[in-house]
T-cell receptor, first 110, second 111 residues
Framework: QQKVQQSPESLIVPEGGMASLNCTSS?????YFWWYRQHSGKSPKMLM?????GEKEEGRFTVHLNKASLHTSLHIRDSQPSDSALYLCAASDSNNRIFFGDGTQLVVKP | EAAVTQSPRNKVTVTGGNVTLSCRQT?????MYWYRQDTGHGLRLIHYSYGAGNLQIGDVPDGYKATRTTQEDFFLLLELASPSQTSLYFC??????????FGAGTRLSVL
């Protein structure tokens, strides 16, 4: 069973719109979360990390974390065509095993 | 930025063949990881290591061996390659509980 589940599988938003992506872990040993972005044909690059309950904002990107429910979400406001990519949620446990979900494919339409 | 170099970038082999994928990081990171990524999917952890001589089992280890010869070098070995191992392989490095830095990937085809 996959330890990190992401939804939706795919998402289409208009340019300038808001994209909201979700991620939940089924492993109670998980303690840290990251969001990675992977453009087509490229390797993943870390976008944002969140380790404590609450919210973190960096420019147009905001992440939330609820450690009790092991749920994190990523919100992209004023979405741009260059934001079109595969967004991967990752979680790590105390043994530094880092697991990824299957990703959300985001398409921003001009 | 952290540098992780994978080789080869592309590899074609036949069923039953022997393949070694190489990864080198020059950032003095303790942890190194091997993942596979199949079309339309996320990354699945094969093996990882926290230092030279150490090996930890990931989620999909069957058919794969790995060896960490130095802090810089981590190898993935497929001794009897099968078509189900056709995939895109990524190596990554990190310090403990920190950001993963990925190599450019190796595309492997097993015919």
């Amino acid at each position: 069973q996959q330890k990190v589940q992401q939804s939706p599988e795919s998402l289409i938003v208009p340019e300038g719109g808001m994209a909201s992506l979700n991620c939940t872990s089924s492993d109670r040993n998980v303690d840290y979360f990251w969001w990675y972005r992977q453009h087509s044909g490229k390797s993943p690059k870390m976008l944002m990390s969140i380790f404590s309950n609450g919210e973190k904002e960096e420019g147009r990107f905001t992440v939330h974390l609820n450690k009790a429910s092991l749920h994190t979400s990523l919100h992209i406001r004023d979405s741009q065509p260059s934001d079109s990519a595969l967004y991967l949620c990752a979680a790590s446990d105390s043994n530094n095993r880092i697991f990824f979900g299957d990703g959300t494919q985001l398409v921003v339409k001009p | 930025e952290a540098a992780v170099t994978q080789s080869p970038r592309n590899k074609v082999t036949v069923t039953g063949g022997n393949v070694t994928l190489s990864c080198r990081q020059t950032n003095s990171h303790n942890y190194m990881y091997w993942y596979r990524q199949d079309t339309g999917h996320g990354l699945r952890l094969i093996h990882y290591s926290y230092g030279a001589g150490n090996l930890q089992i990931g989620d999909v280890p069957d058919g794969y061996k790995a060896t960490r010869t130095t802090q810089e070098d981590f190898f993935l070995l497929l001794e009897l390659a099968s078509p189900s191992q056709t995939s895109l392989y990524f190596c990554a490095s990190s310090q403990s509980q920190n950001t993963l830095y990925f190599g450019a990937g190796t595309r492997l085809s097993v015919l």
